[in-house]
């Protein structure tokens, strides 16, 4: 039999589940999660290796009207996806459906194959997916139309089955090992970026962007030292993230260092410092400077 390899891009509104699907199909953590709304910023890459195939999922910013040159580069980012995937993912959040806007986004996805993937169904009743089906096969002739949890992982191993079988004869991309190609210091600055989406309110999080400056091993002691310094765009909101006595970047700092550690396989010591930079999200300067650049 032939090998198959492919990408899939994972397109959506915001806060449809885009980014926990890929670290369920990976079956590790690549891509920052959060309960709030454009989480991700960049396309994120993940690599699916086996005997017969080698999916290479792409990851978007959920598409939504952008209101500064921050989000005008995220759609931007999404968009693009689209147009250089072998198969589109096209992800419904089956507990918030916006009908209007999701007919808006489809019309613009053009690749050869896509699939409508309904998530959260651990939420929803069963009775209440079958109507979502029917609306949306009268949208968008999808190749297929496949339920899942992203967060339990029902249905997900069917979608990674069906892609496979979808997907066009080829060589592989990348190496057996390969887990995405993001480099470390991009992904451990989204680990932090995570935990403010997490635990600050408002629009906080939303100026906020995190630069790692240094990044180093010791092999010898199985330690990665890490330097980090996060953007805001206020004095006001640098307290805020900094907190009483230190106590919120403290809770941030902990938290990001458990996740960077199970990514690196080492223990992390992690820095963490805090400067303003006002207005950054529409300064095509510190935007190429915190990596947001087409």
């Known amino acids: 039999m032939s090998y198959k390899s492919g990408f899939v891009s994972i397109v959506g509104r915001p806060n449809v589940g885009k980014s926990t699907l890929l670290n369920k199909i990976l079956g590790e953590k690549i891509a920052a999660v959060s309960p709030k709304p454009q989480t991700t910023r960049n396309r994120i890459t993940g690599v699916l290796t086996d005997d017969t195939a080698q999916i290479v999922f792409v990851d978007t910013p959920g598409i939504h009207k952008p209101k500064n040159k921050l989000g005008r580069f995220m759609v931007s980012e999404a968009r693009q996806s689209t147009g250089e995937a072998d198969i ?33 169904t651990d939420k929803v009743s069963k009775p209440e997916i079958l109507p979502l089906i029917s609306a949306f096969s009268g949208i968008k002739n999808f190749n297929e139309i496949i339920p899942i949890s992203a967060l339990t992982g029902d249905g997900v191993q069917r979608l990674v089955t069906l892609i496979a079988s979808y997907l066009p004869e080829g060589p592989k991309f990348f190496p057996d090992d390969t887990l995405t190609d993001q480099p470390e210091r991009q992904i451990c600055a989204e680990f932090i970026r995570e935990k403010m989406m997490r635990y600050l309110s408002d629009e906080i999080p939303y100026g906020t ?23 805001c765009e206020k ?21 990001a260092r458990r996740d960077i550690e199970r990514f690196t396989g080492t223990k992390v010591f ?25």
């Open 88 to 120: 589109v993912l096209y992800m419904l959040d089956a507990t918030d459906v916006k009908t209007a806007a999701e007919e808006e986004i489809l019309q613009s996805v053009n690749a050869p194959t896509v699939f409508l993937v309904i998530n959260k």
């Open 209 to 231: 962007a995190v630069k790692v400056e240094e990044m180093s091993l010791d092999e010898q002691k199985s330690l990665t030292k890490i330097e980090a310094i996060i953007y």
């Open 235 to 255: 004095d006001s909101h640098k307290s805020i993230i900094i907190g009483k006595g230190g106590a919120m970047l403290k809770k941030v700092g902990e938290s």
């Open 270 to 294: 992690l820095r963490l410092w805090v400067k303003v930079r006002e207005n950054w999200r529409n300064s095509d300067i510190q935007l190429k400077n915190f990596g947001y650049e087409e």
